[in-house]
């Protein structure tokens, strides 16, 4: 509970043959009380997220994370696809679990078009990306690419740290040479810099160090257009349960 770096850890193992042992393929950890405290993060009154309903879809690692974030949150309606619920190495339901396919969307998107949800999660099989489908004013459901996601919330983020007195001295926001400009033009806008990585977040938690060796910058944001996002600096690698948590903050802001 007083973990300085998060309140529990989930370690995802599976059986390796060639290794003839089990070895760990992902690991995602919530914050707590104490943690949120420490590292000043903060989020919206959950009587603010009331009426606001979600789906999270694809068989994979992030269901108890991404679930258990959002209820930390005050996101209590929330609907599992059940095809797509429990973990499956075979992923019977689709022929490939990127959430940037639209078939590995398609049974998330009809379960929310049933239930009306607003937004649908999409976390990968390992819970390092996350895709989305939010529904229009018109009742349509609009796939969002990862530069529109990342865009959105990288503004997202920029506004609420300064709405809540907690941008830290010299931000930066870091993506990959192939991702969007406009989160440049978003973030120089707000006074925030940005830089360029090569492709792969390794690259990006090499920044971070470097930020922090020379005490410069303070990275807030990162993300590539592959569907992947960190923020702040704590996972330091695509995560999509502080994603989804932030998705959904946004959604929750701006419905």
Known sequence: ELGFSA????????????????KEISSCSNCGDFQARRANIKYRDPENFKGTRFVHTLNGSGLVPVTHVLHDIGITDITVVPEQEKPDGNFPTCPYPNPEIFEALRLGLELAEKSGADLMLATDPDADRVGI?????????????????????????????????????????????????????????????????????????????????????????????SYGYMIGNYVRDKDAVTASMLIVEMACWYA
């Not at 919330?153 to 993506?175: F, H, W």
């Not at 810099?193 to 160090?209: L, V």
């Open 133 to 225: 489908m939010v529904r229009s004013d018109t009742g349509d459901y609009v796939p969002f690419t990862g530069n529109q996601t990342g865009a959105l919330l990288c503004d997202y983020l920029i506004g609420a740290k300064q709405r809540a007195g907690t941008m830290p001295e010299c931000p930066a926001v870091l993506k990959s040479i192939v991702s969007s400009e406009m989160v440049r033009a978003i973030a120089e806008k707000n006074g925030v810099s940005c830089f360029d990585t090569f492709t792969g977040f390794k690259f990006m938690a090499e920044k971070i160090a470097q930020f922090e060796q020379a005490h410069s910058y303070h990275a807030i944001f990162s993300f590539e257009e």
């Open 7 to 22: 309140r529990q850890t989930y370690d995802i193992e599976v059986w390796l043959p060639s290794y003839n042992s089990y």
